[in-house]
């Protein structure tokens, strides 16, 4: 099973994603509310995708792109966030997320980028 990292610092957000992803078949391995945990549940928890939200508490999610990129350089991940501006889609792209969903979102954009990038949640 497909497990992801879900990154946000909205419980709402956390909750959303958590459900339409598990709902889907995916396998929540993990939730984090900050850059901090998010860096450490990425070692730990080692998912197939993290989804990152770009405004943290404790740091920017282009921050915590980059220190996760820097130690695990395959990581798959994809930027969820209300900030759409285009100058921080492409800095998240540069950094390596492999795409950017922008809040408010519909569960079928999300399934479908997350499919894209994953597969279907019971392929191995």
Do not use: C, H, W
């Not at 909750?15 to 850059?35: C, F, H, Q, R, W």
């Not at 795409?99 to 499919?115: C, G, H, Q």
């Amino acid at each position: 099973m497909k497990r992801i990292l879900i990154v946000d610092d909205s419980f709402y957000m956390r909750t959303m994603l958590k459900n339409m992803l598990s709902d889907a078949g995916y396998e929540i391995v993990g939730e984090a509310p900050n850059g901090q945990t998010a860096l450490e549940l990425a070692k730990t928890t080692n998912p197939d995708l993290i989804t990152l939200d770009v405004i943290l508490p404790d740091n920017t999610g282009l921050d915590v792109l980059k220190g996760i990129k820097s130690e695990q350089p395959d990581m798959k991940v994809v930027i969820v966030s209300a900030v759409g501006q285009e100058v921080i889609v492409n800095e998240a792209l540069e950094y390596g997320a492999l795409a950017y969903i922008v809040k408010p979102f519909s569960e079928e954009k999300v399934l479908e980028v997350v499919s894209q990038i994953l597969g279907a949640p019971s392929e191995d």
